[in-house]
C-alpha cells in the first residue's frame, strides 16, 4: 500500500508556473505506474499526464501538450508536474495516483487504472 501527499498548488496569472510533488510513502515508489489527474467543478476528472515506473515513458493529455510534464524521482519516491503558460481553463484540484501491477513501460490513462489517491490540491489560474 502506498499513500500520496501532494503539494504545490495555488494562485497564479494566467502564462505562470507551478510545479506540483507528490510524495509517496510505504511501498517503494518504483512499483508504480504515476498519474496526475484534474477534476474542475461540474466537470468529470480527466487525466492530465501519465508515467512508467522507470520514468522512461510519459504521456502528456492534448491539452497540456507542450505546457506541462510529468516526472519522477524514484529515489526521494516523489512525482513532479510541472505547469508552464497556464491558462483559467487549467484551474482545477489536481490529484496525483499511483497505480500497482503494471509494466515497466506502462502510462495508464484511465482512472480505473489506478488504485491509490491523494487529496487532492487546488490550482487556481487568474485571466
Known amino acids: 500500500q502506498v499513500q500520496l501527499v501532494e503539494s504545490g498548488g495555488g494562485l497564479v496569472q494566467a502564462g505562470g508556473s507551478l510545479r ?3 510524495a509517496a510513502s510505504g511501498r517503494t515508489l ?3 505506474a504515476m498519474g496526475w489527474f484534474r477534476q474542475a467543478p461540474g466537470k468529470e476528472r480527466e487525466v ?3 508515467i512508467s515506473r522507470t520514468g522512461r515513458s510519459a504521456y502528456s493529455a492534448d491539452p497540456v501538450k507542450g505546457r506541462f510534464t510529468i516526472s519522477r ?3 526521494k519516491n516523489t512525482v513532479y508536474l510541472q ?3 497556464l491558462k483559467p481553463d487549467d484551474t482545477a484540484v ?3 495516483a499511483a497505480a500497482l501491477g503494471l509494466g515497466l513501460t506502462a502510462t495508464p490513462r484511465s482512472a480505473r487504472e489506478y488504485d491509490y489517491w491523494g487529496q487532492g490540491t487546488q ?3 487568474s485571466s
Request: hydrophobic residues 40%; contains cysteine.
Open 20 to 22: 506540483l510533488s507528490c
Open 30 to 32: 518504483s512499483s508504480y
Open 94 to 96: 489536481y490529484y496525483c
Open 83 to 85: 505547469m508552464n503558460s
Open 73 to 75: 524521482d524514484n529515489a
Open 48 to 50: 492530465v499526464a501519465a
Open 123 to 125: 490550482v487556481t489560474v
